[in-house]
């Protein structure tokens, strides 16, 4: 089992920027993909982000330019760095990790809202 928590969300205006960071414990040792999903309101929950142990990375289309995710192996942590924001990146962001053995754990979420 790993244990995730998230810090980082808040109040933002359109065009500003935010850090999302999410701290793992645990089963560390098992941990191959980490990344993050989003659930804005009305809105089923869909993968903004995720980067595999061996650095690779995905994005939505939507935030492709704009978001950058990162990972320090050292520090068991994984970053989404989220600039240019939208109102429409208003959601709650739920960091995630994938297992070795395909088991799934989340964090408990952190709320993001983007307006004036």
Known sequence: ????VESGGGLVQPGGSLRLSCAAS???????VMGW????????????????????TNYADS???RFTISRDNAKNTVY????SLKPED??????????????T?????????VSS
Do not use: H
């Open 63 to 65: 935030v492709k330019g």
């Open 90 to 103: 208003t959601a709650v962001y739920y960091c995630y990790v994938l297992t070795t053995n395909y088991v």
């Open 1 to 4: 089992q790993v244990q995730l």
């Open 105 to 113: 754990n989340w964090g408990q979420g952190t709320q993001v809202t």
């Open 26 to 32: 645990g089963s560390i040792f098992s941990i191959n």
């Open 80 to 83: 989404l760095q989220m600039n």
């Open 37 to 56: 999903y989003r659930q804005g309101p009305g809105k089923q929950r869909e993968l903004v982000a995720r980067i595999f142990s061996g650095g690779t």
